[in-house]
Each structure stands twice: as C-alpha cells, then as structure tokens.
C-alpha cells in the first residue's frame, strides 16, 4: 500500500526567502502526485499535480514540485515567499489504475515571518 | 456557486448519540469523499463514492456510515459517537476519481465529549 511521509512538520522561513517542504512516498506502481494547500478555517486547495509528462510542474503562485523516480519524492519549492504563503501544505499520491485512494501526508505548516 | 456545502459548520455530542453529517456539492461532479483530520495526522479517508450509487471503505471506516443518496449529495453517519471521533471532518469531490482535483468543504468540527 501507498504512504507519504512529510518530512518537516513545521518550517518558519522570513519573507522573500526560498523555501523547500518536503515529501516522500513508498509504492509499489506508479504514482499520481499532488500538492495541497490549506489557509486557517478553510479547506484544502489543490497547488499542483503530477500525472505524467515533464517531471517538473508548476503553480500559478510561483511554487514548482519535481518528481524524482529514483528518489520517491516530490519536494515542494517556492524562489522567494510572501506572507500570504503562510497555510499548511499538504503531499498526496494516489496509484495508478487502482481506482486508487488519495493519501495524505501529515502536512507541513509554513510560517512566513516578515 | 457554491461549490462542495457541508452542515453543520460545528458540532458538539456526547458519548453514544448519533448524528449525520451533510455534504452536497453543486459542480456535477461523479466521484464524492469523506476526509477526518486530526493533528499530527493530515487527512484520513474515511468512505469514498466513485460514482452514484457506489460506496467504498476508505482507510478508517469503523464506527461511520455513508449514504451517496443521489449525484449531488453524501451524508456520513456516525450510529454512537465516542470521543476518539472529535475531529474536523472534510468532504470532498472531483470529476471523475482520485487524478482529478478534489475539491474541499469548510469542514465540519466536531467534539464528542
């Protein structure tokens, strides 16, 4: 079965720094990979997603995600961050041609601090 | 429009009661998600609808129930609450199965005391 390990639970960064959330992921077949995003009281919304193709996907806010085969991950980055980054993030993978579920990671709460 | 709807937006039970949880969602979508998140934890999914009229267990099912009772609408059930149920609960859909977006509720916040 499939599982994702988020490696940082909390990662404070000043603004205008860059930034990297991490997440690994353990499966037997390939894989869909996903970045959530969620701001306080709210639910989550999806950042970016993996099905296939380039291995390096892009957001419209500036985050990109890389998927390493060889490596089982799907880090997270962001050049230069700005407060209103602040909000958990979530990894999610789901198998391919298994009518897979979803699974979460733990998540990850950025804090941008000015 | 709205979206994914769920009601309450909070919930407070005792130990035993019963109660259900309401999820409609307003975009077509076929495919319908029952999420728990705890601390620590990120979200666990509870039950899962693929398209109407089909129900699956998801990875912590014990203790609910799940009715999809038409294409808009999946209600989560929990028959006696216990406090290892307090937790915020999300639905969820998307178009067609877990390769396309989920798209989240506000969740719905519930202690059982």
């Known amino acids: 079965a499939q599982s994702v390990t988020q490696l940082d639970s909390q990662v404070p960064v000043f603004e205008e720094a860059p930034v990297e959330l991490r997440c690994n992921y353990s499966s037997s077949v390939s894989v869909y990979l996903f970045w959530y995003v969620q701001y306080p009281n709210q639910g989550l919304q999806l950042l970016l997603k993996y099905l296939s193709g380039s291995t390096l996907v892009e957001s419209i806010n500036g985050f990109e995600a890389e998927f390493n085969k060889s490596q089982t991950s799907f880090h997270l980055r962001k050049p230069s961050v700005h407060i209103s980054d602040t909000a958990e993030y979530f990894c999610a993978v789901s198998e391919r041609n298994q009518g897979g579920k979803l699974i979460f990671g733990q998540g990850t709460e950025l804090s941008v601090k000015p | 429009n709205a979206g994914v709807t769920q009601t309450p937006k909070f919930q407070v039970l005792k130990t035993g009661q019963s109660m259900t949880l309401q999820c409609a969602q307003d975009m077509n979508h076929n495919s319908m998600y029952w999420y728990r998140q705890d601390p620590g934890m990120g979200l666990r999914l509870i039950y899962y609808?693929?398209?109407?009229?089909?129900?699956d267990k998801g990875e912590v099912p014990n203790g609910y129930n799940v009715s999809r009772l038409n294409k808009r609408e999946f209600s989560l059930r929990l028959e006696s609450a216990a406090p290892s149920q307090t937790s915020v609960y999300f639905c969820a859909s998307s178009e067609q199965g877990h390769n396309s977006p989920l798209h989240f509720g506000n969740g719905t916040r519930l202690t059982v005391t």
């Open positions: 609808s693929a398209s109407e009229g089909t129900t």
